[in-house]
């Protein structure tokens, strides 16, 4: 008899010393808990994981160490598990000795006879971490497009009603030449046309940036690259800018070391680009001021710079000039407007050419803004007639709308 029980004291103990072993060995997460919660035996797994020592583990309901917000449902879930005492896939949060949390998911089985739970736990932090990052992220391209189609349609509402208050005006102006419109002459109706002009010009300059800004991102901005003399396009520009300053007494020079290099490129694209800098430079030149046209022809590339000896721009400003909606806010700026969208086209622009744009500035003696253009030609010739660039004038207005005259 004696023999029998020592037999199976033996037993039980072998069978102890290989639960232990395989807790020891095994990496997954396993333990067993009891009916109150408190954990019976865990794997070693358990404290390499959470951190908790094995003692303070047998300590320990697993009701303390879970994220409180996932207590109450855990608990309804477990209240109601299937009848064969199944729990598959429970994921909560369980809290770390250092105070972090991890997600486990659980898969437990009630041993009702024993009133045992036997667990398997597997860590999903990371898998739920990047759940979470591609649903962020998700969020974001969602919000980025919802933003993007709200600001084409809302730019194309405002377009309309522009041109209609600018046609508008100009009829008026027509009408008041002619002496057509009987009004007092002590009212300065002209000037206040022009206000309401020039206005609609700055509400249009911001509409248009606004509708070339969400097709750039979109992907939908169309660029029409042609063989054309480049230096006569920069020139031309510049030459038709000069009126625009007259008021300012400002001096505008153009220089090159070529009188012609045809390379690819779109001319409505150059205008673009050259209106921005040039009333960026007006607009931050004071009276009787300087600004440089400059091109010069590299072996591999053309380089075109718009110079002046303005207010300058701050050095920690200098790296992020060309990111969209930044406005050097400083109280010499505030004399002008502006939405902050200008230079960040001028960069989107200039490399739709596969050129690049660069700023050198000094606060208080000037800017340079230096684009340049790959000397490179494209066999997709459309045209090889100098353009007419039409409505020069009105480009123009828009453009220097800004700059209060
Ligand atoms: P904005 O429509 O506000 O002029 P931009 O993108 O064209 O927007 O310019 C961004 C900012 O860069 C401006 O608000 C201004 O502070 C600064 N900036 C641009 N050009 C010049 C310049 N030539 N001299 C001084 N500051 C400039």
């Known amino acids: 008899m004696s ?4 037999h199976g004291v033996k037993k039980y103990e072998d069978t102890e010393e290989e639960l232990k072993l395989f807790l020891e060995a095994v990496v997954d997460l396993i333990a067993i808990i009891d009916e109150n919660g408190f954990f019976n035996r865990i794997s070693e797994a358990w404290t390499d994981l959470l951190g908790w020592s094995q003692t303070e583990f047998l300590e320990m309901n697993w009701k303390d160490i879970i994220h409180k917000d996932d207590l109450i449902e855990t608990e309804f879930l477990i209240k109601n598990r299937r009848d064969d005492g199944l729990i598959r896939g429970l994921k909560n949060r369980y809290r770390c000795k250092d105070g972090s949390y991890k ?28 759940e979470r990052r591609s649903n ?8 980025e497009t919802i933003k993007s189609e ?14 209609i208050i600018l046609g ?14 009987k009004y007092n002459s002590e009212v300065d109706l002209k000037r206040y046309s022009k206000s309401v002009k020039q206005n609609s010009f700055r509400l249009l300059r911001l509409v248009n940036n606004l509708i070339d800004m969400t097709k750039i991102d979109t992907g939908f901005y169309e660029i029409h690259l042609e063989n054309r003399n480049i230096i006569s396009i920069i020139e031309e520009i510049t030459l038709s800018v000069a009126q625009y300053i007259g008021d300012k007494g400002i001096t505008l020079t153009f220089d090159t070391n070529e009188e012609e290099e045809v390379i690819a490129c779109d001319p409505d694209k150059i205008e673009r680009i050259m209106l921005n800098l040039l009333s960026n430079a007006i607009k931050y030149t004071p009276k009787d001021g300087k600004i440089d046209v400059n091109i010069k022809v590299n072996s591999k590339d053309i380089e075109i710079s718009v110079e002046d000896n303005g207010i300058g721009i701050a050095r920690e400003k200098l790296d992020v000039i060309f990111e969209r909606f930044i406005q050097v806010d400083n109280t010499l ?9 200008g230079l960040s086209l001028v960069k989107s622009l200039v490399e739709m050419h596969g050129g690049s744009v660069s700023v050198e500035s000094e606060v208080n003696k000037g800017t340079k803004f230096i684009f340049r253009l790959p000397k490179i030609t494209t066999d997709n010739q459309s045209n090889l007639q100098p353009k007419v660039i039409k409505s020069r004038v009105e480009k123009c207005e828009v453009e220097f709308s800004d700059i209060y005259s």
């Open 333 to 341: 700026t505030r004399q002008s407007e502006g939405s902050g969208i």
């Open 3 to 6: 023999e029998l029980i020592e």
């Open 103 to 130: 997600w486990l998911e659980w898969n437990c089985k009630l041993l009702k006879e024993k009133g045992l739970d036997l667990v398997t736990v597997r860590d999903i932090t990371e898998n739920v971490e990047m």
């Open 150 to 163: 709200f600001f084409a349609n809302i730019s194309h509402e405002f377009k309309t009603p522009i041109n």
């Open 168 to 181: 508008t005006v100009q009829l008026l102006n027509i009408h008041i030449d002619k002496n057509n419109i």
């Open 136 to 143: 962020e992220l998700q969020k974001v391209i969602e919000l």
